[in-house]
């Protein structure tokens, strides 16, 4: 789980990601994927390209946990 804190990217592409949920300050989780990722934003399971999803910098809600 993390929090959106930046999109990149033409504009175009930023206005269609805020369009789908992903605004700065959302709340996201990677559901699954590695070519495709899909997430889970606002209860609602998106697909993103891998190029995609590059561009939505996202802020990891708690620290990773090393095993």
Known sequence: ????????GEGTFRQ???ELGFGESTA???VSGKSTIIC?????R???SHDA???IM???SH???SA
């Open 46 to 48: 998106i697909a993103l």
């Open 58 to 60: 996202v802020r990891p």
């Open 16 to 18: 269609r990601v805020r």
């Open 63 to 65: 620290p990773p946990v």
């Open 28 to 30: 996201v989780k990677k």
């Open 1 to 8: 789980m993390g929090m959106v804190v930046e999109l990149k």
């Open 53 to 55: 999803a590059r561009q």
């Open 40 to 44: 889970q934003v606002n209860g609602t």
